[in-house]
Every structure is written in structure tokens, then in C-alpha cells.
């Protein structure tokens, strides 16, 4: 088994940033590929990005060149730097864990999920 723990989110006013850090446990060898993934309320979860062991990544078109995924394997650890927010960037944020070679850029490549952190901007 595998467990991921999220921290870093908050309330930020539009034009912030904000980190986000998951850091994994547990099985790792089964966190080939990481990412992240995110639900607004009344809305499915989306992918937002994913990022391999290579350090090979992919964003979601609406977060390309605001947001940026980075991992530090020696510490199980994935990153999200979150930048220029928007209102409509308000969701729980979830970690995913993926033991496959293919990004994690659908909910059903993901093995593991962490619990959620909630991201909100204000206008």
C-alpha cells in the first residue's frame, strides 16, 4: 500500500501562489508516476499535471505556464507550484500515485489518492 499526504493549501487572493507538497510512504516502489489532480464543487475531478520518476512531465492546458510539477525522488515527495491563481483555480486538490510508465493524466491510471487539500482563491 501506498500513502500520500498533502500539504501547502489555503486561501490566496487572485494573482498568488502557492506550493503544494505530497509526500508518499509505504510502497513507493508503486509511485512511478506521480501527480496532481483537482474537483471544484458540482464538478468532476480533473487532471491538472503529472510528472514520471524521470522527471518527464505534462500539464493540463488550463494550468500550462502558471502552474509547474516537480519531484524529489530521494524524498518520495511531489510538488506543485501554483502561480498567477485565479478564482477559478478553487478546488480540493488531490495527490495521485500511479506504479505505470504512462503519465496519470485520467482518474482511472490512478492507483492512489491522497485525502485533499483545499485551494481557494478570492477575487
Known amino acids: 500500500q501506498v500513502q500520500l499526504v498533502e500539504s501547502g493549501g489555503g486561501l490566496v487572493q487572485a494573482g498568488g501562489s502557492l506550493r503544494l507538497s505530497c509526500a508518499a510512504s509505504g510502497r513507493t516502489s508503486n509511485t512511478y508516476t506521480m501527480g496532481w489532480f483537482r474537483q471544484a464543487p458540482g464538478k468532476e475531478r480533473e487532471f491538472v499535471a503529472s510528472?514520471?520518476?524521470?522527471?518527464?512531465?505534462t500539464h493540463a492546458d488550463s494550468v500550462k505556464g502558471r502552474f509547474t510539477i516537480s519531484r524529489d525522488n530521494a524524498k518520495n515527495t511531489v510538488y506543485l507550484q501554483m502561480n498567477s491563481l485565479k478564482p477559478d483555480d478553487t478546488a480540493v486538490y488531490y495527490c495521485?500515485?500511479?506504479?505505470?510508465?504512462?503519465?496519470?493524466?485520467?482518474?482511472?491510471?490512478?492507483?492512489?489518492w491522497g485525502q485533499g487539500t483545499q485551494v481557494t482563491v478570492s477575487s
Open positions: 495521485a500515485a500511479g506504479s505505470t510508465f504512462i503519465q496519470i493524466t485520467e482518474a482511472t491510471l490512478v492507483g492512489y
Open positions: 510528472i514520471a520518476w524521470s522527471g518527464s512531465n
